[in-house]
């Protein structure tokens, strides 16, 4: 059984962007699109979290707050990119202190194009992140008990 | 011939069987009212199974593993307090198994040392201090009804309890806000959505611990609306015609009405505990034997 | 009648040798006689548990008159003390009570004989127990904690020798008043212990100290003055000089026993630090922590609430028996609320204390069969407890050198053992299945068939919340995982850790065989006096043993848990964290957290609910005066 794919929670990061695709997000979760429909919860929090949606372009400021966020998200995790600053640095590529996407910090699974990306992209962004979340989990169970040793520590 | 410790013993096995069934399906169903009362479609009423089900697929992550006992000692007593008040055991025990419980999840909380579990679990305890008093109002009006704190005597007493505890009962109901986690007395932690304290005491807790939560929740909601049952315990239909209605009450309370500060829940609360609920209880006491059976 | 000789007899031999020896012989003589004293108080219980009241007929001539020196010596001590410090109220008491003594002493006791001096009943056993073992308990830990505390405290002057002397006396005092039935040795034991407790609290000789020994001091005093006067009245209702035997006292009636019982319980309420005096028992925390847990929470001041719980039935649904309930319940609530708003963790610890001592003598003065059932189980289930308490905030004390609950945060991590002592004598004190937990249902239970249970049960289930809150929040703080933090208890002496092994290991056992202490003990005593007795139901026992082993067993799952959990540091909104609880801040700044409770100055604020604590209590206490008047006149 696979509950994963019928309960993405989403944490949704603003890494610099302008904000347009921030309230891109935000406008998936109102009645029009209303994406608790499929289970999909903004949480807020990375550690209830099973989708990472980051949004504009990775500086140094921000770059260890987004590794963080996506060290505290459970494994099987996906990061969802969104808007072209999330992709490449977009408009702000050319900034002094700008890295450029969310790739250059951490691992991105889906790219969502758009500058301000559209709620149904964003939303076939994160249901094309459900099928890779699903591969992700078989990987975790099949590596199963290997992992589990690893990481064991005590207090 | 089946004695009484028999049914007790089947009573509490059946509620720690069914009573996650009822209460992720009520769980279900507020979500997919709180969607209809908000314009949305909402989830599917199977939505907090799949829910708890990923959480438990999901790998294991901790601050500290302490957070382990505190979340399973906070699972199991709430199950004891359950299967206590379902087999029909002493209202007093099953409110401080109750307590207990709670106790565990705000130490799990407090385990972790990060700032928004800490203040998570500093509102979840305002909230128990709040509500306690209230609680223990409402079995001893029973008591003072019944003349047994025993859940059971209670149920069987076929009184109707409501009529003499109009006011514990209202009491009850300001309380179940806050013990169902709904706005606007959802301080420390709420079911849906961030708050600004990010997830109050479950900020760190993660994949099965969360889900042990979760499910701690359901036993939960079945034990509360058990307490509103107990009300209307002289006639099954009304009993759970009032549930419905109390939780449907909720669920627009909930909807309507913005959280509030700490400060002012425990004002109202322990006001609406110290006026309906003592008064009501005085003017049964003064009048015992006029309107008493 | 030996044993009872002996164990108020043998901590005097042993005091005059800690005067003698040096520190080193010190340790031995003081744990012999430890042991020796538990042995003592155990071999009592065997002996005498299935015996009802036993009397026993000592001389009273010689033994008062060589009291009533030593009560003269001892005024004049004060007398100069008092003078000396320019303390001129506690001077006009003593004055006054060493006339009032004169006057007893000298113009109406002579020619009277009272027979059946000294007894023991199942409650003496009781209170036996406590002091025997646990007050023997902490003498032990006492060793250790003084050289510690004198290593810390270079300034202070070494006077061992006279802290155990006098920690002794006292043991023996707290003796004679549970045998004596002559209320007036019950006196003179009880003027000991105040006196022990002054020199202790003022140990230190800070002016502090001393301040705070005088206040003592002096409430104490305007008990005894209080007991003094009942005295009197007894010598003058009685000349044959029969009701000074505590037992035909309190079968002599409402009539004549209600004036001295309210005398008396005014003692006791002093004694008890109940409001409005609960200023001293506060004060008293500068004492070093063996002198708080011995006399200040787990067997002096429970003198107070037992001398209370004696003339329950005398009490017993009166309207003075009345009002002094209603001190102890408003004691309860407020200081209750109190303890929520102060971080020192000792003064946490007495107002935790004066709130239970409260809430005693509200069930001690309803005074029903089955609230003196509750009454005297939380005289046992506190005593432990909260002795644990102490030593263990003692131990920790010395340690990391605070005794702020904001310094305790980690503690798990630092000292694992003591926090876990900690956590078990914190959960005793508020969490089902443990005993206070026990004891407050029974009292629920009992309350709401006594006249005016309601306000009672009021009382209680607010006061019992905010017990909740405030245990909560510090265990709270003692368990947060901080993991950078050092192991810093393997120093503790191996002594203290005995202690400390043995005084958790009582506070679990005790739950676990308090059905038996009520069967054997409490429910015979109860039956004897009023002819009916009360228990909770077979099936709850069942129960709640079953949520202890709950309990007992929860804790091995984490060796479930050991491996398999991925870590990571606690949420920060996406800021790094360093394992030093450090992380960046704005323009690239490290920064440090701290996370701080809540204490709610505004609404529990110790001036402000002291203030209306002491205006409520002082208006009960003049009702109570007025009635009694009445009677008197
Ligand atoms: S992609 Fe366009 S809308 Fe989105 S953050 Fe960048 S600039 Fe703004």
Redesign the pocket.
């Known amino acids: 059984m696979t509950y994963l794919k019928k309960s993405p929670w989403v944490i949704h990061y603003d890494a610099s962007?302008?904000?347009?695709?921030d309230i891109e997000v935000l406008a998936a979760l109102t009645p029009v699109y209303d994406v608790e429909r499929f289970g999909i919860i903004n949480t807020g929090n990375p550690k209830h979290a099973d989708i990472f949606l980051v949004?504009?372009s990775v500086n140094e400021q921000n770059k260890e707050v987004v590794k963080n966020i996506y060290e505290q998200i459970p494994e099987p995790k996906v990061v969802v990119a969104i808007?072209?600053?999330?992709a490449s640095g977009?408009?702000?590529r050319e900034c002094y202190n700008v890295l450029g996407g969310v790739d250059k910090v951490i691992p991105v699974d889906v790219f969502v194009t758009?500058?301000?990306?559209r709620p149904e992209s964003i939303i076939d962004g994160v249901v094309t992140a459900l099928g890779i979340l699903e591969t992700k989990r078989l990987a975790m169970k099949e590596k199963g008990n290997e992992t589990m040793d690893k990481s064991g520590s005590a207090v | 011939m089946i004695t009484e410790p028999v049914i007790s013993l089947v009573n509490a096995v059946l509620f720690i069987l069914l009573a996650p069934l009822a209460g992720g399906l009520i769980a279900g169903i507020d979500r997919k009212v709180t969607a209809r009362m908000q314009g949305r479609v909402g989830p599917p009423v199977l939505q907090p199974f799949y829910d708890v089900g990923k959480l438990f697929e999901k790998e294991n992550m901790v601050v500290t593993v302490t957070q382990h006992f505190y979340v399973l000692s906070y699972l199991v007593f709430m199950i004891v307090a359950g299967a206590l008040f379902f087999s029909g055991g002493d209202m007093l025990l099953v409110i401080f198994a109750f307590t207990l419980s709670h106790i565990f999840l705000v130490l799990g909380a407090y385990a972790s040392y990060s700032p928004y579990s800490h203040i998570g679990a500093e509102r979840e305890l305002i909230q128990i201090i709040a509500y306690e008093p209230m609680i223990i109002f409402t079995a001893v009006g029973m008591y003072m009804v019944t003349q047994s704190f025993n859940v059971s005597a209670i149920v069987n007493s076929g009184i109707p309890i409501i009529l003499y505890l109009p006011g514990v009962f209202i009491g009850y109901l300001i309380v179940l806000t806050i013990k169902l986690r709904k706005s606007p007395f959802d301080l420390s932690t709420s079911h849906h959505a961030h708050q600004e304290i990010v997830k109050g005491v479950t900020t760190d807790f993660s994949g099965s611990n969360l889900g042990k939560i979760e499910i701690a929740h359901w036993y939960e909601y079945v034990f509360l609306l058990g307490v509103v049952y107990l009300f209307f315990g002289f006639s099954p239909v009304i009993a759970v015609a009032a549930i419905i209605i109390a939780y449907f009450l909720e669920i627009l309370i909930d909807n309507t009405i913005s959280r509030v500060k700490w400060q002012l829940t425990l004002r109202s609360a322990w006001l609406i505990a110290g006026t309906l609920g003592i008064v009501n209880l005085g003017v049964l006491y003064y009048l015992k034997g006029v309107i008493m059976p | 009648m030996n044993d009872l000789v002996f164990l108020i007899g043998f901590p005097v031999i042993v005091a005059l040798l800690m005067l003698l020896v040096k520190d080193k012989i010190r340790n031995y003589i003081v744990i012999i006689s430890a042991i020796a004293l538990g042995i003592a108080s155990l071999y009592l219980l065997i002996i005498y548990f299935n015996k009802n009241t036993v009397f026993f007929d000592i001389p009273f001539e010689p033994t008062s008159k060589i009291m009533f020196i030593i009560e003269i010596l001892l005024a004049v001590y004060i007398l100069y003390l008092g003078i000396t410090f320019k303390k001129y109220f506690t001077v006009a008491l003593i004055l006054l009570q060493a006339g009032l003594l004169l006057f007893l002493e000298m113009g109406l006791i002579p020619g009277i004989e009272p027979v059946n001096n000294l007894f023991i009943d199942q409650l003496s056993i009781i209170m036996a127990m406590i002091i025997g073992i646990i007050g023997s308990l902490i003498c032990v830990y006492a060793l250790g904690y003084m050289e510690t505390y004198h290593n810390r405290h270079a300034d202070i002057k070494d006077r061992r020798k006279l802290f155990f002397f006098i920690l002794f006396i006292f043991l023996s005092a707290m003796f004679g008043i549970v045998f004596s039935n002559n209320l007036i040795w019950v006196f003179f034991f009880w003027e000991i212990t105040t006196i022990c407790s002054f020199v202790l609290i003022g140990y230190s000789r800070t002016p502090e100290a001393t301040n705070n020994a005088f206040l003592a001091l002096s409430m104490n005093l305007l008990g005894g003055v209080a007991f003094i006067a009942a005295l009197i009245y007894i010598a003058i209702m009685d000349p044959s000089g029969k009701l000074f035997g505590l037992d035909s006292l309190i079968s002599s009636g409402y009539a004549l026993a209600i004036v001295p019982a309210v005398l008396i319980c005014f003692a006791g309420i002093t004694k008890a630090a109940l409001m409005p005096f609960s200023s001293w028992l506060v004060g008293a925390m500068v004492a070093p922590t063996p002198v708080s847990a011995l006399l200040h929470s787990s067997t002096m001041v429970k003198a107070g609430v037992y001398i209370i719980v004696r003339f329950a039935p005398v009490l017993a649904l009166t309207t003075e028996g009345f009002i002094i309930a209603m001190v102890g319940a408003v004691t309860f609530l407020l200081a209750s609320g109190i303890a929520i708003s102060q971080s020192n963790a000792k003064k946490v610890l007495a107002y935790s204390t004066i709130a239970n001592l409260g809430l005693i003598v509200a069930c001690a003065g309803v005074g029903t069969y089955n609230l003196m059932w509750v009454a005297i189980l939380l005289i046992i289930f506190h005593a432990i407890a909260k002795s644990l308490l102490f030593l263990c905030v003692g131990t920790v004390e010395n340690r990391i050198g605070s005794k702020n609950i904001e310094d305790m945060g980690g503690l798990i991590v630092r000292m694992p053992k003591i926090a876990m002592m900690m956590f078990i004598g914190m959960a005793g004190m508020f969490l089902a299945p443990f005993g206070m937990v026990i004891s407050k249902w029974a009292a629920i239970e009992a309350f709401i068939t006594a006249p005016f249970g309601l306000i009672f049960i009021a009382i209680l289930a607010f006061g019992g919340s905010f017990t909740v809150f405030y245990w909560s929040k510090w265990m709270g703080k003692i368990i947060s995982v901080m993991r950078h933090q050092e192991v810093v208890e393997d120093t503790v002496k191996k002594e203290k850790w005995a202690v400390l092994y043995i005084l958790t290991g009582l506070v679990v056992g005790v739950c676990l065989a308090f059905p038996l202490i009520s069967t054997y003990l409490i429910e015979p005593f109860i039956m004897n006096i009023y002819g009916v007795t009360t228990r909770l139901s077979q099936a709850n026992f069942a129960i709640m043993i079953m949520m202890i082993c709950l309990l007992l067993i929860m804790p091995f799952s984490m060796l479930f848990y050991r491996t398999g959990s991925k870590h990571v540091s606690p949420y920060m909104g996406g800021r790094t964290m360093e394992s030093e609880m450090r992380f960046s801040g704005t323009f690239g700044t490290m920064r440090e957290l701290s996370l701080s409770n809540y204490y709610m100055e505004k609404y529990f604020g110790e001036d402000k609910v002291f203030y209306i604590g002491t205006l409520l209590c002082w208006g009960l206490l003049l009702i109570a005066g007025i009635i009694l008047a009445g009677v008197v006149l």
């Not at chain 1, 962007?17 to 695709?21: P, V």
């Open positions: 962007s302008c904000n347009g695709c949004t504009g808007g072209i600053c999330a977009g408009i702000f758009g500058c301000a990306a």
